[in-house]
């Protein structure tokens, strides 16, 4: 059975870092290519990041370009996307997602990632 389960989120200040992970079971994710999403209240579901399983090459949504990084512990099995420099704007479920059977990963799809967790709460306020 896949399964996905995040973790990390919390309620932070502006400027304030968090890390999140996401832990899989049921399959092994270096084969795969990985997925960060958030979903602000009234909002679309948006990609943020991924890695690709072939390169581990990384991509990145303009948002948090040169703010977020993903990296992958294919020991652990086990995804993160570190966020630094948060912003209000940042505020959001953030969930991890996955295609197992893609080499590579986009940040534009959606229904390409075939395996969700259930999210994490991320919240940015003073």
């Known amino acids: 059975q896949v399964q996905l389960v995040e973790s990390g989120g919390g309620l932070v200040q502006p400027g304030g870092s968090l890390r999140l992970s996401c832990a899989a079971s049921g399959f092994t994710l270096d084969r795969a290519a990985i997925a960060w999403f958030r979903q602000a209240p009234g909002k679309e579901r948006e990609g943020i990041s991924c890695?690709?399983?072939?390169?581990?090459?990384?991509h990145y949504a303009d948002s948090v370009k040169g703010r977020f990084t993903i990296s992958r512990d294919n020991a652990k099995n086990t995804v993160y996307l570190q966020m630094n420099s948060l912003k209000p704007e940042d505020t959001a479920v953030y969930y991890c997602?996955?295609?197992?059977?893609?080499?590579?990963?986009?940040?534009?799809?959606?229904?390409?990632?075939?395996?969700w967790g259930q999210g994490t709460q991320v919240t940015v306020s003073s």
């Open positions: 890695v690709t399983s072939i390169d581990g090459t990384t």
């Open positions: 997602a996955v295609a197992h059977t893609s080499f590579y990963c986009s940040v534009s799809w959606f229904h390409e990632y075939e395996y």
